[in-house]
Nanobody, 115 residues
Framework: QVQLVESGGGLVQAGGSLRLSCAAS????????MGWYRQAPGKQRELVAA???????NYADSVKGRFTISRDNAKNTVYLQMNSLKAEDTAVYYC?????????WGQGTQVTVSS
C-alpha cells in the first residue's frame, strides 16, 4: 500500500505560480511512476504530468512549457511547479502513484486561478 498526501494548492491570479507537493509513504520501494492529474467541474480527470522512477517525464500539451514535474527520491516527494497559470488550469489536482499491482491516489488539492 502507498499513501499520498498533497499540499500547495490555493488561489492565484492569472500569470502567477504555484508549487504542488505530494509526499509518499508506505511501500514506496514498489512505485514505478508518479504523476499529477486534474479534474475541473463537469470534466473528466486528465493527466497533467508524470515522471518515472528513472526520471523520464511526460506532459499534457496544454501545460508544456509552463509546468515542470520533478521528484526527490530522498524525500519520497514529487513536485509540480506551475508557472504562467491560466484560468483554465483551475481544477482539483490529484497525485497518483503506480506500482506493478495497483494505482494510488491522494485526496486532491484545489487550484483556483482568477482572471
Amino acid at each position: 500500500q502507498v499513501q499520498l498526501v498533497e499540499s500547495g494548492g490555493g488561489l492565484v491570479q492569472a500569470g502567477g505560480s504555484l508549487r504542488l507537493s505530494c509526499a509518499a509513504s508506505g511501500s514506496i520501494f514498489s512505485i514505478n511512476a508518479m504523476g499529477w492529474y486534474r479534474q475541473a467541474p463537469g470534466k473528466q480527470r486528465e493527466l497533467v504530468a508524470a515522471i518515472t522512477s528513472g526520471g523520464s517525464t511526460n506532459y499534457a500539451d496544454s501545460v508544456k512549457g509552463r509546468f515542470t514535474i520533478s521528484r526527490d527520491n530522498a524525500k519520497n516527494t514529487v513536485y509540480l511547479q506551475m508557472n504562467s497559470l491560466k484560468a483554465e488550469d483551475t481544477a482539483v489536482y490529484y497525485c497518483n502513484a503506480d506500482d506493478a499491482m495497483s494505482g494510488y491516489w491522494g485526496q486532491g488539492t484545489q487550484v483556483t486561478v482568477s482572471s
